[in-house]
Every structure is written in C-alpha cells, then in structure tokens.
C-alpha cells in the first residue's frame, strides 16, 4: 500500500457516508484555517513578533528614554538610544504536509472521521512553529547571506552593549547550567536548597540585567516542565523557614491546588496570581516571575524571557513571512482533481524565525556537564 494514504481506489465518490459533501468540507476547512490564522498559540505570541522583513536594526536593551527639565526658550532633548543597532536576520523555509483520501476511505468514513486528519494538520503546525522558534541556539547563515542570531550564546563577539553600570565581558552566555546533575542539587527527593535559587536566580538576573525587567514594562516568564514546575512550589524565603539568602515565596496562583499557610508565617505584600496568562497555565509566581509549566518544555530545562505582551515589538523573537500577503499563515493548496480538491490536497506554510533582543532570554539546563540544546529542538 502506498505510503501516506488512508485506503486504495481509483473512483471519486462526491459526499461521506454521513451525507456530507466533500466540496462542502474542503470550504468548512479553508474557513478553519482562516481562523486558525487569525490567532495564535499563546505561548508563541508572548515569545514572538510577526514581520516581513528579511533584517532589521535592532537596539538591544530594554532601556528606555529620559526627560529633562523643561526650559522656556529651550528646545527638548531628542531621544537617543545609547546603544548601537544591530543587524539581526531571519531565516526562511517553505513546509508542507499532505491529506490523501481514496474514494473507498471517503465513501465509509464519516465526516468527524474526515475532520480528524485537518485537525492533526493544525496541531502539527502549531507543534512546526514552536520548534522552530525554539531552535535558536546557534549563529547561522540564512540562505540570503545575512546572519541570524541566537540568544547571547558565548561566541567571541558576543558582548551586548551596556546597561545602566552594568558592563557586560566578550563572550556573554545566555545558555547555561546549574553545574550539578539533579535539581535539587543535593539530590532527587531532597529539599530545594540555596544553591538551587541562586541558580534559579542568576538565569532570572541574566534577562534583567539587560533591562528586560517589570520595571521597564516587561513581563518575565520562567517557563518549566512539570519536573521542575512541582520542586518550584516548594520554595519559601529565609524570613519563612526557606534557606538563607531566599528573597522570596513560591505564591500559588488562584485556582490552583490549595495550600495551608503556617500561623507563623510572614506576608509581607504581593497577591496570587492569575492561574492563565493568555491561554498559558500559570502555577504561581515567584518574586516578579510568572511561572509557567508546558509540557514543549523538557525535564531538565528552564526558559526565561521577557515578553512586552501578546505580538509586541518588544518580544524577543522574530518570525518572518512571505512578504505576499496571499502566502502567509497555514494553506490547504488543492489536490490533482480539481472538482474535488479535498482528494489529495496539500497543507503548507512559508515561514522562518530568528532572536530580534538577544538579552532577553535565557535557558539553563540542569547538567553537571557543558549546555546541551533539548534533543527534541536541535
């Protein structure tokens, strides 16, 4: 049997066994995709920014303007950031997927069971997206010849401008690890310690100290598997029994499993957080951290960025489409059979990505070894 079909046959039959028709479907499904292209999965849309661009300038720090004095006569200071740009690029690829049917499949199968196949083309791309996004770990040539860039990754060359005092050494790394083969670092099973925060922290401080704080309008995010999502809960600051040097209180979000709070305890200021951000499973927060737990994020991983909110200028990563409006976002192309497009039929889209703010993201993998990219995103 050829590979990729759902059964055998050589005659077009016009309608399912459920009496609905095949052409009435394949207008069902370009209207869902209208639909599907018109949103975006929550996750990515914190993480990204849609353009058309091949590359642009870039400023990166989260740095913003100040005013001065005014005077009667004089006229105001013209914003001007510190900073030089940089050329940062965005690669490209066409992807593609196809739906065959044989008459024999559609004269039996219903239409939910016809539905079924546009529906895992839809998370497949969802799933295409996400990975993609996630495979910017190294410095790369786009087919057009223009570099698009990682995170700062450690690479000679890699020292960001300066932010306020802080003056950032050659070679800056934001992939990095917490030097021990478990989290916690003293073993599975065991209490969180401070050297787990301070790991915890230092990832946080490596997006901070380029600007991309809650102070300057951004969102931080701390995104985790479930592994480490359930140690996270444990933590608690010094003042409440926590290890020395805690600055802060895992706060559950609302609607999220109940917790009992010690009569002892301290609460300082703060509220729980929202349990959703946009569709994305907040757990709680720690100090100005969401976090967040998804499972496209490995064991044994943390993700840190800054986002500016939902397809904002100020997200860290770019994803380029075709510059032709007709050519963007997922398209169901028509098969060999024009009076029947839904036969074998084609879902495909154009698109690439590429980090616009270099300093505002961060990963850590738990490793006692050198970093490692997750297997599933090399």
């Known amino acids: 049997m050829a590979r990729g079909f759902h059964a055998a046959g050589d005659i077009l039959v ?13 207008d069902d499904y370009q209207a869902a995709l209208a639909a599907w ?11 990204t920014y849609r353009t058309t661009a091949l590359t642009e300038q870039m400023y990166d720090s989260g740095e913003i303007g100040d005013f001065e004095p005014a005077t009667e006569y004089g006229v105001p200071v013209g ?9 940062i690029g965005y690669d490209f690829g066409w992807y593609d997927l196809a739906g065959r ?43 057009e010849g223009h570099l698009v860039y990682p995170f700062y990754a450690g690479q000679v060359g890699d020292k960001p401008p300066t932010y306020g005092t802080t003056v950032f050494a050659d070679s800056h790394n934001h992939y990095v690890t917490t030097g021990a083969a478990t989290f916690p670092a ?12 301070a790991d915890l922290q230092s990832l946080v401080d490596l997006v901070g100290e380029h600007g991309y704080s809650v102070t300057n309008g951004y969102r931080v995010v701390l995104m985790v598997n479930k592994a480490q999502g359930d140690i996270i809960r444990t933590i608690r600051s010094q003042v409440n029994g926590g290890p020395v040097g805690s600055l802060y209180d895992f706060v559950p979000a609302v ?13 300082i200021s703060g509220q729980q957080p929202a349990n959703s951000l946009s569709g994305l499973s907040v757990i709680g927060s720690w100090g100005d951290v969401l976090i967040v737990q998804d499972s496209y994020i490995p064991a044994g991983y943390f993700v840190c960025f800054a986002t500016g909110g939902t397809e904002t200028l100020n997200n ?33 889209r154009g ?28």
């Open 14 to 26: 016009s309608q399912t066994q459920d009496g609905t028709a095949l052409n009435q479907l394949w």
């Open 37 to 47: 292209n018109a949103q975006r999965d929550p996750l990515v849309a914190f993480l």
């Open 79 to 87: 914003i001007r950031p510190g900073v030089k740009p940089t050329t």
């Open 101 to 143: 049917f044989t008459w024999k499949f559609l004269a039996k199968a219903t239409s939910t069971q016809v539905n079924a196949f546009t529906n895992m083309a839809l998370e497949g791309d969802n799933r295409l997206i996400f990975t993609e996004v996630m495979r910017n770990n190294d410095r790369r040539t786009a087919e």
């Open 186 to 197: 003293a073993g599975v099973g065991t209490a969180i310690a401070a050297a787990d925060i």
């Open 255 to 267: 609607g999220t499993s109940p917790f009992l709070m010690p009569t002892n305890m301290q609460v």
């Open 316 to 348: 860290p990563i770019g994803i380029r489409e075709d510059s032709i409006a007709g050519l963007r976002g997922l398209k169901l192309v028509k098969g060999r059979e024009p009076d029947y497009p839904l036969i074998e039929s084609y879902y495909t």
């Open 351 to 378: 698109f690439g990505t590429g980090v616009r703010k270099r300093g505002a993201g961060a990963l850590m993998q738990v490793t006692a070894g050198a970093y490692a990219a997750p297997a599933v995103y090399v």
